[in-house]
């Protein structure tokens, strides 16, 4: 009797060590969240669509039922607004003549652009393109529709306000998804006329924002109970887009569900975040929790986040960026690795830590993948931002056949625990990451550290 006494005081104090949190981590919760986000009917969650936004709105509402507050403001969505078309004017000015332009579709444009360039593609342009209207000739060796997006995505990097489209190319446009930059339709003479002509015009136009988004992040917070530690924030994000449909497999499946890349991730975050707040106090410093859109259009979610950061970036102490934490396929059981190991001491910090889970570095992945995911823009800002990912880039990547029925739930529900342990420590006053001396990403630090 006094052995089994001993036994169960011993047990009792182990859960005081540990109060509630990994319990709070509900392996049936992760399943159910998973399967619903990776479901057919969100039709791969491409950037921009119905689907997309629509997992947006599931993921906000998960995170106010959680409890969470909003991180934008009053809102828990943010991200650049549809144009309201109906409103909208333009025109092309050379010397006195005056014609009227057709807005054809576009998002996020400021009230006006001038300065015509004229391009096959954007690489010519580079710097050229910032500020400039940009009139789109189209590849013979090419489909337009098909690149249509891929050079408007370009150009919305270079910084170019709009794109021209000679009308006879209109018929381009149906069917095409939202692009990142409004696209004006010219007369068809336009795309043949000469520098001097060019030089001497200039593009007028007005359109209105609507309340729609085009996209958005999903961002929710958990203040810190510390009253100094509270103005630092730990960060965890996670891309929720996928990459839509495409030509069918051998089954006839378009669907690309992404349920590993990134479903897993995503669900991770949010399920994090429940277990912090059901915590009875909070960890000393703030939380933010972030599901980012556009990762694979090229990080347009967290590139817009840290560009209009709800928080102070030089305030982040660190960035745990989810990725891909479904599918242990060629790596041991209750492991994970972090990507760019060696560039800083975040992945020193967390292998340390109780957890039950192995962070490690993988000898090829570690270097190779830290560039690949929406840690990069946070950690060209100077915040020390990583990957961490519980698998590899197994034959499903990007395919229909990444599904749920292929997630190893039981080593998923331990490595989100496992990332759970760590990331309290850190939000609960533990040691913060620094980067390591002479890299670039240290002079960002520096630089970041001194911004206002």
Same mark, same amino acid.
């Given at each position: 009797?006094?052995?089994?006494?001993?036994?169960?005081?011993?047990?009792?104090?182990?859960?005081?060590?540990?109060?509630?949190?990994?319990?709070?981590? /509900?392996?049936?919760?992760? #399943?159910?969240?998973?399967?619903?986000?990776?479901?057919?009917?969100?039709?791969?969650?491409?950037?921009?669509?119905?689907?997309?936004?629509?997992?947006?709105?599931?993921?906000?509402?998960?995170?106010?039922?959680?409890?969470?507050?909003?991180?934008?403001?009053?809102?828990?969505? /943010?991200?650049?607004?549809?144009?309201?078309?109906?409103?909208?004017?333009?025109?092309?000015?050379?010397?006195?003549?005056?014609?009227?332009?057709?807005?054809?579709?576009?998002?996020?444009?400021?009230?006006? $652009? #001038?300065?015509?360039?004229?391009?096959?593609?954007? +690489?010519?342009?580079?710097?050229?393109?910032?500020?400039?209207?940009?009139?789109?000739?189209?590849? %013979?060796?090419?489909?337009?529709?098909?690149?249509?997006?891929?050079?408007?995505?370009?150009?919305?990097?270079?910084?170019?306000?709009?794109?021209?489209?000679?009308?006879?190319?209109?018929?381009?446009?149906?069917?095409?998804?939202?692009?990142?930059?409004?696209?004006?339709?010219?007369?068809?003479?336009?795309?043949?006329?000469?520098?001097?002509?060019?030089? =001497?015009?200039?593009?007028?136009?007005?359109? %209105?924002?609507?309340?729609?988004?085009?996209?958005?992040?999903?961002?929710? *917070?958990?203040? $810190?109970?510390?009253?100094?530690?509270? =103005?630092?924030?730990?960060?965890?994000?996670?891309?929720?887009?996928?990459?839509?449909?495409?030509?069918?497999?051998?089954?006839?499946?378009?669907?690309?569900?992404?349920?590993?890349?990134? +479903?897993?991730?995503?669900?991770?975050?949010?399920? *994090?975040?429940?277990?912090?707040?059901?915590?009875?106090?909070? %960890?000393? #410093?703030?939380?933010?929790?972030?599901?980012?859109?556009?990762?694979?259009?090229?990080?347009?979610?967290?590139?817009?986040?840290?560009?209009?950061?709800?928080?102070?970036?030089?305030?982040?102490?660190?960035?745990?960026?989810?990725?891909?934490?479904? #599918?242990?396929?060629?790596?041991?059981?209750?492991?994970?690795?972090?990507?760019?190991?060696?560039?800083?001491?975040?992945?020193?910090?967390?292998?340390?830590?109780?957890?039950?889970?192995?962070?490690?570095?993988?000898?090829?992945?570690?270097?190779?993948?830290?560039?690949?995911?929406?840690?990069?823009?946070?950690?060209?800002?100077?915040?020390? =931002?990583?990957?961490?990912?519980?698998?590899?880039?197994?034959?499903?990547?990007?395919?229909?056949?990444?599904?749920?029925?292929?997630?190893?739930?039981?080593?998923?529900?331990?490595?989100?625990?496992?990332?759970?342990?760590?990331?309290?420590?850190?939000?609960?006053?533990?040691?913060?990451?620094?980067?390591?001396?002479?890299?670039?990403?240290? =002079?960002?630090?520096?630089?970041?550290?001194?911004?206002?």
């Amino acid at each position: 009797m006094r052995l089994l006494l001993i036994v169960v005081l011993a047990g009792a104090a182990l859960a005081q060590g540990s109060p509630g949190l990994v319990d709070f981590v /509900d392996p049936v919760r992760l #399943r159910e969240d998973l399967t619903y986000l990776a479901g057919d009917e969100f039709r791969g969650r491409n950037t921009p669509s119905p689907e997309l936004d629509k997992a947006a709105l599931w993921l906000e509402d998960a995170y106010r039922k959680a409890g969470l507050l909003p991180a934008f403001g009053e809102s828990f969505r /943010d991200g650049p607004r549809r144009p309201d078309l109906g409103r909208a004017k333009a025109s092309l000015r050379r010397e006195k003549a005056t014609d009227q332009l057709r807005v054809a579709i576009g998002v996020d444009t400021p009230a006006e $652009g #001038r300065d015509l360039k004229v391009v096959l593609d954007a +690489a010519d342009l580079g710097d050229a393109a910032k500020g400039a209207a940009v009139i789109v000739i189209p590849d %013979p060796g090419q489909s337009l529709r098909r690149s249509l997006r891929g050079r408007a995505n370009a150009l919305h990097r270079l910084g170019a306000k709009a794109i021209l489209l000679s009308e006879g190319h209109a018929e381009v446009l149906t069917g095409v998804d939202l692009l990142p930059l409004p696209v004006l339709l010219v007369p068809d003479e336009v795309s043949a006329w000469s520098g001097e002509q060019v030089a =001497a015009a200039a593009v007028d136009f007005e359109i %209105p924002l609507s309340d729609q988004f085009y996209a958005s992040n999903v961002g929710a *917070i958990l203040p $810190g109970s510390d009253p100094t530690l509270t =103005a630092e924030w730990i960060a965890f994000g996670a891309h929720y887009d996928h990459i839509g449909t495409g030509e069918a497999d051998g089954k006839g499946d378009t669907i690309r569900n992404g349920a590993d890349d990134n +479903a897993s991730g995503t669900i991770a975050v949010l399920n *994090i975040a429940r277990a912090f707040h059901q915590m009875k106090v909070a %960890p000393k #410093r703030s939380c933010l929790f972030l599901a980012f859109y556009g990762e694979e259009r090229g990080f347009q979610g967290s590139r817009r986040f840290v560009a209009n950061p709800a928080v102070p970036l030089r305030q982040v102490r660190a960035l745990f960026n989810l990725e891909m934490l479904g #599918r242990p396929d060629d790596i041991e059981a209750n492991s994970a690795w972090v990507t760019g190991y060696s560039v800083s001491s975040f992945g020193e910090i967390v292998s340390k830590l109780e957890s039950g889970v192995r962070f490690y570095e993988h000898p090829v992945l570690s270097r190779r993948l830290f560039a690949a995911s929406d840690n990069l823009p946070f950690a060209e800002k100077g915040v020390p =931002a990583h990957s961490i990912s519980a698998g590899s880039l197994h034959a499903d990547y990007h395919q229909p056949s990444d599904e749920v029925k292929k997630i190893d739930f039981v080593n998923y529900a331990s490595v989100v625990r496992g990332i759970a342990r760590v990331g309290w420590a850190m939000a609960d006053g533990g040691p913060v990451p620094e980067w390591k001396a002479g890299t670039s990403y240290a =002079a960002a630090a520096k630089r970041l550290r001194e911004s206002k």
